[in-house]
């Protein structure tokens, strides 16, 4: 059972922890669980910003109760995002506190009809409004599709505390420390950029959007709807969200392949060993049937290099390498250095569907692509040392 803590003296998190649920969205997975932040901010008014899923009222509630107890109300709700990760407790709270208001924007507001019948009570902000709740004001700015198009941001001047809503976001319960100075940084870095790469990798754009839009104001204080609250660098993690938004990896590969009977994983092997003997220190080679994608897609977020192999399976990709390539098509995957291998035996179906996926990403492989027949002969293994000495050169000409 954890208690709130404060933030500041008025700032409180009230957020739950969710070490129960296997998969986020029911999709990925949760090893180390996850956060549901929620902030409480007690002046002459009250402030919620954003509450937990439908399934954590519990916690949620003795948190809130524990700082304003029973008598006291909430007087503002204020909607960054609608997921229900996030709004799943917005009617539970509204019957607790019937004269609150709920301040979003009008695209919060039909979300909020439509998820929950919502159609009172209700409290339009725009680009730079503000509420006053004695000494401290909200002002808002609103950043569509990160990660919902109802996505808003919520300044607090007083404390120079934004509320971020996903953005800055992470994978991984708060395991006693909830601020940057008290976790293990390196395991939350890993957590978030496996959180960007799977929820928010499309939004690039619109990431990049509200980095500039925010880069005006003075922030002491990062406070995301998942992961750790960012006081003591804050503009760390807006730098690692900067270079993610952009596809901007380090000198490495990720190596993905699908095999059925492990010829192709041989060739991944070999592909591997070479860009070890080319210099390249950073390779991560992945069985597609074994891990998850949600890693493989972190990592590739990680690396400027991308070798993907399949075997043909049924005149096609293996399934999931399929996946994988759909999701990175999803994504727009860009600025990497790309290699293409793989295996046949009485169909082709792997490489040369590997070969539309380059063109549809519109990335030209850095060599040409190595298609075995069953298994690899002289011919394969010279052609991906190739691809293994091509992709090297391209991953030191990226620095
Ligand atoms: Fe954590 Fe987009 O919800």
């Known amino acids: 059972m954890y208690n709130s803590v404060n933030i500041t003296k008025d700032i409180c998190w009230v957020g739950v922890n969710d070490r129960q649920s296997r998969v986020f ?11 549901h932040n929620s902030y409480l901010i007690v002046d002459d008014k009250v402030a919620l910003v954003d509450t937990a899923a439908e399934g954590q009222a519990g916690d949620f509630f003795r948190k809130v109760e524990s700082i304003i107890g029973t008598e006291k109300e909430v ?12 709004s799943g407790l917005m009617k539970a709270l509204l019957d607790r506190n019937p004269d609150m208001k709920i301040v979003g924007n009008k695209k919060t507001f039909g979300l909020i009809e439509s998820f929950y019948g919502i159609t009172s009570n209700l409290v339009e902000v725009k680009e730079g409004d503000e509420i006053q709740l004695g000494k401290h004001t909200l002002k808002f700015f609103m950043t569509p599709m990160v990660h919902w198009p109802e996505t808003m941001v919520t300044y607090e001047t007083h404390t120079k505390a934004l509320f971020s809503g996903d953005a800055f976001g992470s994978f991984g319960s708060l395991d006693g420390g909830i601020f940057d100075d008290e976790v293990n940084l390196s395991f939350f870095e890993e957590e978030m950029r496996r ?19 925010l880069s005006s104001l003075d922030i002491n204080y990062i ?31 990720v190596i993905v392949y699908g095999t059925m009977y492990g010829n192709t994983a041989k060739m991944a092997e070999l592909i591997a060993q070479s860009l070890s003997e080319q210099g390249i220190k950073n390779i991560k080679l992945y069985d597609s049937s074994k891990t998850h994608i949600s890693y493989i897609l972190r990592d590739i977020w990680k690396y400027n290099g991308l070798i993907i192999g ?39 179906g792997g490489v040369n569907n590997l070969q539309k996926f380059a063109d549809e990403v519109k990335i030209s492989p850095v060599a040409e692509p190595v298609e075995a027949k069953c298994a690899t002969c002289d011919s394969d293994i010279n052609g991906l040392k190739n691809l293994a000495q091509k992709m090297a050169e391209s991953l030191k000409s990226d620095k």
């Open 25 to 35: 969205e029911n999709l990925w997975p949760l090893d180390h669980g996850v956060a």
């Open 75 to 86: 007087d503002y709700l204020i909607v960054n995002h609608m997921e229900p990760d996030h």
């Open 195 to 213: 959180y960007y790469s799977n929820i928010v990798g499309k939004y690039g754009a619109p990431v990049q959007r509200a980095i500039n839009k």
């Open 223 to 253: 406070c995301s709807t998942h992961g750790p609250i960012w006081r003591t660098e804050p503009s760390r993690v807006i730098s690692l969200y900067d270079k993610w938004s952009k596809q901007e990896g380090e000198e490495g590969a």
């Open 310 to 348: 399949s075997c043909a399976y049924n005149t096609n990709l293996f399934p999931p390498i399929e996946a994988l390539t759909e999701k990175l098509k999803h994504v727009g995957l860009k600025n990497k250095s790309l290699g293409i291998f793989g295996t046949y035996s009485w169909s082709g």
